[in-house]
C-alpha cells in the first residue's frame, strides 16, 4: 500500500475504523484523530514516557509504533481508566500521594502502572523505582509515584497498611 | 516536532511474502520499532519502503532443538525475559533482559531487532556472543547462519544483505552443567550500558573446563577475552585464578570516548565487572 491504509481498532472500548498514512505516529492518531488528547507527546523517540499507551494488555510507547500498527489491536489510554467524578483506583492513589504536580508526564505514569501492577512482583520500593525507570517527570522528584504506587501493590498483595 | 518521511508499507503475512517485498531498492524491516522509529522520527533513516514482519507469528517462538534452543527473531524481549525454556537453559538471559531500557520498550522490541541495530552496548548481541550463537539469516537464495564474528562488522553495521531477514538466532547448550552470570553499570536504570559483561563458566574435576567472558560497550562490537578465556581454562577453579586472569581482560579492547564515558573510564570497568561476573559464574557452577 502506497497511500492510505484502512485500519479497525478498539480504543477503550469503543471500535473505530480509520484511513491513515503509514507514516502517521500512533500517538498523533489517537490525539489528532480520534481526538483523546490524553495521551501527551514529550520528547517524540522513546525517552519520556508521556505518550504511553496499552496495547493488547501490555504498555507500548506510541510515538514508536505507527497508527497502521494499531490495526487489530485493542488500546488503552488514559480516557479509558476514569473520570474527574469516577476515578480509576490508580488515578485515586495518585491524587491521594500527591503523586503529580503539572500533569504531564501523569497519563504516561498511569499507564505504566497499569502494565507493572499486573506483570510485575515490585517487592521493594527499588524494583517499582525500576519499572518507573522509563517514565520521566520533572516536578515530584518521583517520591510521591513510588509511594502511590507502593500502596497499589500492598492493596493488590493484600498486605496491611 | 519529529516525522517520519512518506514511505510505502507493506505487510507480510509470510516470510515467502517478506522476502519478495524486500526486493527493493531502499526498503527496511520493521520489527518492534524501537530503534529504527526513534531514528525515523529524527529522519536519521527515511526508507522508501518499510516492511512490516510483525504478523509473522512463526518468528515469534522459542523451541528446543536437538542441540540447543532457538529463539524466533520477534521474540520480545519481555517475552524472553519471562521464557521458561530460556529460563532453564540459559537464565543469563533474564538478567540480561532487566537490563534492557524499560517495560513499554521490552514489551515491544525484539531480539532480531537488537541483532541487527548492532549497538555495540547492546545486551543481545553481547549474549549471542557470549553463548556462541549461530544467527539464522533468510534471503532469495534461502538460508544461511552467520556467527557473531561474521555478523557484527562495526557500529549499527551487520553482515545482512539487502534482500535479506533475520529469522532468529540458535543458542547451542553448553557441553556440561554450566554457571552464567551478567553486569552492566549505565548511567541510570535502562540506560545504554556504559559497560556491560557476561560470564559462561563450566567447572570439571575442580578445573574450569570451559571459560566464556563477553563484553559490551568497549569495542565496535561485542567482544570475546579471548586471552583471559584461554588463560583459565585447564586452571584450578577458584576464585583466586580468575582474579589473577583479570589483567587480561582489557587486552586488545579499543574503546571509544563519548557523552557517557570516557574511553578511560571504561577500561576501568572491564575489569571490574568482569570479576563480579565470572566469580558469580564460578559459584554458580559449582553450587
Not at chain 1, 496499552?54 to 509504533?65: F, Q, Y
Not at chain 1, 500498527?69 to 480509576?88: C, S
Request: glycine share 8%.
Amino acid at each position: 500500500m502506497t497511500g492510505k491504509a484502512r485500519i479497525t481498532l478498539t480504543v477503550n472500548g469503543e471500535p473505530f475504523e480509520a484511513e491513515v498514512e503509514p507514516r502517521m505516529l500512533a500517538a498523533d492518531f489517537l490525539r489528532d484523530e480520534l481526538g483523546l488528547t490524553g495521551t501527551h507527546v514529550g520528547c517524540e523517540h522513546g525517552v519520556c514516557g508521556t505518550c504511553t499507551i496499552m496495547m493488547n494488555g501490555v504498555s507500548a510507547r506510541s510515538c514508536l509504533m505507527l497508527a497502521v500498527q494499531l490495526d487489530g489491536a485493542e488500546v488503552q489510554t488514559v480516557e479509558g481508566l476514569g473520570t474527574i467524578r469516577d476515578m480509576h483506583r490508580i488515578q485515586e492513589a495518585f491524587h491521594e500521594h500527591h503523586a503529580l504536580q503539572c500533569g504531564f508526564c501523569t497519563p504516561g505514569f498511569l499507564m505504566t502502572v497499569c502494565d507493572i501492577l499486573e506483570s510485575l512482583p515490585l517487592r521493594t520500593d527499588a524494583e517499582i523505582r525500576d519499572a518507573l525507570s522509563g517514565n520521566i517527570c520533572r516536578c515530584t522528584g518521583y517520591d510521591h509515584i513510588v509511594k502511590a504506587v507502593r500502596t497499589l501493590v500492598d492493596e493488590r498483595d493484600g498486605a496491611a497498611s | 516536532m519529529m516525522k517520519p518521511v512518506a514511505f510505502e508499507y507493506v505487510r507480510p503475512e509470510t516470510l515467502a511474502e517478506a522476502v519478495t517485498a524486500l526486493d527493493h531498492d531502499d526498503a527496511r524491516i520493521i520489527a518492534g520499532g524501537q530503534s529504527l522509529l526513534p531514528m525515523m522520527n529524527f529522519r536519521l533513516v527515511q526508507p522508501e519502503r518499510l516492511v512490516d514482519i510483525n504478523r509473522i507469528t512463526e518468528l515469534e517462538r522459542i523451541e528446543r532443538t536437538k542441540t540447543g534452543l532457538r529463539i524466533g527473531a520477534l521474540t520480545r524481549h519481555a517475552n524472553a525475559a519471562r521464557d521458561p525454556l530460556l529460563a532453564e537453559h540459559f537464565p543469563i538471559v533474564a538478567e540480561a533482559m532487566g537490563h534492557v531500557a524499560h517495560v513499554a520498550i521490552r514489551n515491544r522490541g525484539t531480539v532480531a531487532g537488537s541483532l541487527c541495530h548492532a549497538d555495540p552496548s547492546a545486551e543481545w548481541p553481547l549474549l549471542v556472543t557470549l553463548l556462541d550463537g549461530e544467527i539464522e539469516i533468510l534471503g532469495s537464495d534461502g538460508h544461511r547462519s552467520a556467527e557473531p564474528s561474521e555478523f557484527f562488522l562495526a557500529p549499527l553495521v551487520t553482515d545482512i544483505e539487502e534482500q535479506e531477514l533475520v529469522t532468529g538466532v540458535h543458542l547451542p547448550l553448553p557441553a556440561g552443567p554450566s554457571g552464567m552470570a551478567f553486569e552492566e553499570v549505565a548511567q541510570r536504570a535502562g540506560d545504554f550500558a556504559v559497560v556491560a559483561a557476561g560470564a559462561m563458566v563450566r567447572v570439571e574435576n575442580d578445573t574450569f573446563a570451559e571459560v566464556r567472558l563477553g563484553l559490551g560497550g568497549v569495542f565496535d562490537t561485542s567482544v570475546r577475552a579471548r586471552a583471559l578465556e584461554g588463560a583459565l581454562t585447564g586452571q584450578r577453579a577458584r576464585a583466586e585464578e580468575l582474579e589473577a586472569a583479570l589483567p587480561l581482560a582489557i587486552e586488545d579492547l579499543e574503546p571509544n570516548d563519548d557523552l557517557h564515558a570516557s574511553a578511560d573510564y571504561r577500561l576501568s570497568l572491564v575489569p571490574v565487572l568482569a570479576r563480579r561476573a565470572l566469580i558469580r559464574a564460578l559459584h554458580r557452577a559449582t553450587q
